[in-house]
């Protein structure tokens, strides 16, 4: 890991021209340490400046009047994204001054990432599941990457031929928390790293859980190895054909002996019978007895009484991006072409 931090490139990239406001990025070996001068205006307003989700560290008043936050956290925590790539390790995040809650815009925005070459043979922690200490929900640390053909570790190559399988791996530290249950509740292919409301998306898991690219196409879930991970084997699509994409999903971890229509892994399943019918039907990966529960698959998996935003479990969640991927057309792939049309991000409620 030593290697991994002292090689660290920081990149920071302002998002909003108006500001004046100075700041400072340092890329450490397990955290990241942002300061940031404010102009005395904002200083009574300290509690409104966020580095993801979390507030100032420390904050104190210059004799000038101006004001210096200071953020220093962990990399894994304040909602900061991590992106895994054939040769880097991305960690991403906004600081931002939020003078009204969300989802009103915050009025100054700065993007800031730390980019780490990754180490030599550097591989996640497929086997064994790790186990430290973790708080409550806070401590939870969310795993994605892409895997080579043998599933033995991470892809050499982020090139993939048209209709090939992508194998895509997600995990959850369990640390000293409960045994968990990893669940990809929904996820989109964009062309962008970060979503925005006019982005195309190509949906791939859908409707809280349901595989809906393997009812159109091949993919599916793998067995599980652990309840705290999961294997995605997905087929390349002909979207965004030659171009950059990005894997977004949204990774739940939850009660593993608890299912229900909004908990749930269910992929298609297409089988030969007997006497050459074919079988089609959608499967609960974790339980095919429990079945059932993906029927609503083909309608809606929304509860009969929607739950208040309050009762929602906090701190199970976190939203991943995984890519840069590119899908190929070749001589032995190719396909006629048809007109599809992709819905936007607007059109797909978990991502607005």
């Known amino acids: 890991m030593s290697l991994l931090w002292q090689c660290a490139i920081v990149l920071a990239v302002v998002a909003a021209s108006a500001a004046n406001e100075d700041f400072n990025v340092d890329c450490e070996k397990h955290s990241i340490k942002v300061t940031w001068k404010v102009s005395p205006e904002l200083v009574e307003h300290a509690a409104r400046l966020f580095l993801g989700h979390c507030v100032p560290s420390t904050f104190s008043v210059l ?8 953020f220093h956290y962990n990399l894994n925590g ?30 100054i925005s700065h993007h800031i990432k730390c980019v780490y070459i990754r180490p030599e043979g550097w ?11 973790a708080e409550g929900h806070g401590g939870l640390v969310f795993h994605m990457a892409l895997l080579n053909e043998d599933l033995t570790g991470l892809a050499k190559s982020s090139l993939f031929p048209l209709g090939s399988f992508i194998p895509i791996w997600a995990a959850v530290d369990q640390k000293d928390h409960q045994p968990l249950l990893l669940l990809l509740e929904e996820c989109v292919a964009a062309t962008t790293p970060e979503l925005q409301s006019a982005s195309l998306v190509y949906p791939i898991i859908t409707n809280k859980g349901c595989l809906a690219d393997g009812k159109t196409g091949n993919s599916r879930f793998l067995p599980r190895y652990h309840s705290s991970a999961i294997l995605l084997y997905l087929q390349s699509f002909k979207f965004a054909l ?41 499967e609960l990966l974790d339980d095919p007895s429990q079945s059932d529960l993906c029927k609503c698959c083909d309608s809606s998996c929304k509860p009969r009484l929607k739950r208040g935003v309050d009762s929602e479990p ?21 396909i006629p072409s048809e007109f599809v049309k992709y819905p936007t991000v607007e059109q797909v409620d978990w991502l607005v």
Request: charged fraction near 25%; hydrophobic fraction near 35%.
């Open 63 to 70: 004799p000038t009047g101006e004001g210096m936050a200071t």
């Open 314 to 334: 906090q701190g199970l969640v976190q939203n991943s991006v995984l890519g840069p991927l590119t899908i190929v057309e070749n001589s032995e792939t190719r």
């Open 242 to 282: 030659g171009e950059e994409v990005y894997i977004h999903c949204k990774l739940v971890a939850w009660d593993p002996e608890v299912f229900d229509i909004e908990k749930k892994a269910c992929h298609y399943i297409k089988e030969t019978g007997d006497q050459l019918f074919f079988i089609h039907r959608w």
């Open 123 to 133: 591989i996640p922690p497929f086997l064994i599941p790790a186990y430290g200490s």
């Open 78 to 107: 304040c909602a900061i994204k991590k992106r895994v790539t054939c040769k880097k390790h991305i960690y991403s995040t906004s600081l931002t001054y939020r003078p009204n809650r969300k989802p009103k815009p915050a009025v």
